[in-house]
Structures are given as structure tokens and as C-alpha cells.
């Protein structure tokens, strides 16, 4: 059973930078897409980022495209999630979930872990 651990959230200033990790456990990152989703209140849920199995190849969403990167470390099987420029509108529960392929509905996810941006 693939289980994903979010770290790293927290309270920040608009213009300031957060990174999140994603420890992944019961599989590796060769076997499994890691894909980054977040989800603010009233909102729908969206996905922000996915990285690609074995090639690591990288989607990111439109509109943090430019200030978000996700990378990750095989070695210790984690995946990052790199917030540059951080909004008030980017304030949301972040989570990470695996699949074999990115998708919207994917099979595993972590608890989440909560990003505020606030003055």
C-alpha cells in the first residue's frame, strides 16, 4: 500500500517561499506518478503539479506556472513541491497522491497539510 507523508506547511507573507515535502513510502517513484493538489475552502480541488514515473517528467499547472516547481529525490524516495512568490489566493490544504499515471483522480493521497499566505 503506497502512503504519502506531506511536511513543511505553514504560515508565510505574500512574496515569500515555501517548500513542501512528500515522503512516499510502500513504493518508488519509479513505480509511481507523485502528483501535488491543492484544495482552499468553497473551492474545487486542483491539481498543481504531477511528476511522471521513472522519467520524471513535470506538469505544472497554469496558474502557478513560473513560481511553483516540483522536483524530487529517488534516492530517498521524496517529492518537493517549491512555492516562489507565494499569493494569498495560493492559502489552501496541499496535498500529495500517487498513481502509475498523473490523473485527476488519483489512488493514494497523504492527510494534507495546510499553506497559509497572509499579511
Known amino acids: 500500500q503506497l502512503k504519502l507523508v506531506e511536511s513543511g506547511g505553514g504560515s508565510v507573507q505574500p512574496g515569500e517561499s515555501l517548500t513542501l515535502s512528500c515522503a512516499v513510502s510502500?513504493?518508488?517513484?519509479?513505480?509511481?506518478?507523485i502528483s501535488w493538489f491543492r484544495k482552499a475552502p468553497g473551492l474545487d480541488r486542483e491539481e498543481v503539479t504531477c511528476m511522471s514515473r521513472v522519467t520524471g517528467s513535470t506538469y505544472v499547472a497554469e496558474f502557478v506556472r513560473g513560481r511553483f516547481t516540483t522536483s524530487r529525490d529517488t534516492a530517498k524516495n521524496m517529492v518537493y513541491l517549491h512555492m516562489n512568490n507565494l499569493k494569498p489566493e495560493d492559502s489552501a490544504v496541499y496535498y500529495c497522491?500517487?498513481?502509475?499515471?498523473?490523473?485527476?483522480?488519483?489512488?493514494?493521497w497523504g492527510a494534507g497539510i495546510l499553506v497559509t499566505v497572509s499579511s
Open positions: 497522491a500517487g498513481d502509475f499515471f498523473c490523473s485527476s483522480s488519483m489512488g493514494h
Open positions: 510502500g513504493g518508488t517513484l519509479d513505480e509511481y506518478a
